[in-house]
């Protein structure tokens, strides 16, 4: 059974939002400040609690704060002031304080908090602020033509709906629906590896000495990382050698590979074992006509350094903020600028910066990790060169750089 949805006609000032991740969530939080109308569909019927991205930088929590969002999430965060690199199991590392730029920010720490509970707090606020959301409506079929956009929506019982606007912002993630209607290309590659999440409670800060909160360690012939977020911590494994995946994610592999990390008589009670691809890549364009992308719909990156979930919020005020514009009659074509200022910067300052800190990782002779450690080091310990690195693995040289582009 088909029904109408609530706009008669397309709205042009209305903007029809697939997808309730953060990158969603925040532009429909952003328009309500802006009094801009907007629908917003999701296909699964509530948020989703998966464990993805769990670091917040320093400009993103700027951003939020002018949503009201931010104080919120920094209260059920924990606040990490470092973040290192390290060798084990020696403990040697290159430690970056991000007091260098407590001139250049109100938040000069990484905030470990899951995306999961930003989504709480946005949808809540989206809600609160009478907010029109969809949940378990799947985008499936798409049309826009001079007039406006058309969006049929369908529900598990098979029922659909159809969504008008002036607009349609693809921020639905990795396996975009909206992509096919927007790009031409999505090229990229997938790395070789794979990794496997394993989240535990175990206290790693109580036996490795100098743990910052995010650290992305070396290892005999191998690597991890450990990420601690308030209530545990999550730990970045990969299969040993020869070992297959299937060997690799059962629970005495995890069991193992953690008491090499930090040896214990207490077990490291495992919560969660997850195996995941990484991938690399990258749209052609973020606008065809009415309809744009946003966050992973338009690019995927290696988790390392945390960069993807930031971007795609930051693509988020980009494009509201230019919409807004045009809604208030300033030519479409503004909306290519979207393009120019958000594709080059996730190129070269997401991609290509987490693509170097996978390689980093994964890097095996020791003479070259040495060499790198030092040159690390080096970084760190000059006031000037840890204050360009922070901002710029802080993403505010790449904000900078796309403000810039006409």
Known sequence: METQGDAVGPDKRRVVIVGAGPVGLTAARLMQEKGIPFVLIEAAEQLSEDLRASTFHPPTLEMLDTLGAGAPLIAQGLIGRTWQIRLHPSGEKALFDLAAIADDTAHPYRLQCTQATLCRILLAQVRERGGDVRMGMAADAIEQDDNGVRVTAKAADGSTEIFEGGWLIGAD??????????????????????????????????????????????????????????????????????????????????????????????????????????????????????????????????????????????????????????????????????????????????????????????????????????????IAADPDKARAHLLRTSMYTGLARAAEIA
């Not at 994610?249 to 995890?254: F, M, Q």
């Open 173 to 378: 993630g990795a396996r975009s629906r909206v992509r096919g209607e927007v790009a031409t290309s999505f090229e990229g590659k997938t790395y070789p590896e794979t990794t496997i999440l394993a989240t535990t409670r175990f206290p790693f800060e109580e036996h490795l000495p100098g743990l910052s909160n995010v650290n992305y360690v070396w290892k005999d012939a191998g690597t991890f990382s450990l990420l601690r977020l308030p209530d545990l911590w999550r730990c970045s494994l990969y299969p040993d050698g020869d070992e297959t995946i299937e060997d690799a994610v059962r629970p005495e592999s995890i069991a193992r590979k953690l008491q090499e990390i930090a040896p214990s008589d207490t077990p490291h009670i495992v919560d969660e074992i997850r195996p995941y691809r990484i991938h690399m890549r990258i749209v052609d364009r973020y606008r065809n006509g009415r309809i744009l992308l946003a966050g992973d719909a338009a690019h995927l990156n290696s988790p390392s350094g945390g960069m993807g979930m930031n971007g795609g919020i930051h693509d988020a005020f980009e494009l509201v903020n230019t919409l807004e514009q045009v809604i208030d009659g300033v030519s479409p074509d503004l909306l290519d600028r979207y393009t120019r200022r958000r594709r080059p910067i996730a190129e070269d300052e997401i991609l290509k910066q987490a693509d170097r800190n996978r390689s980093r990782m994964q890097e095996r002779d020791p003479a070259r990790r040495r060499e790198m450690l030092a040159e690390l080091q080096a």
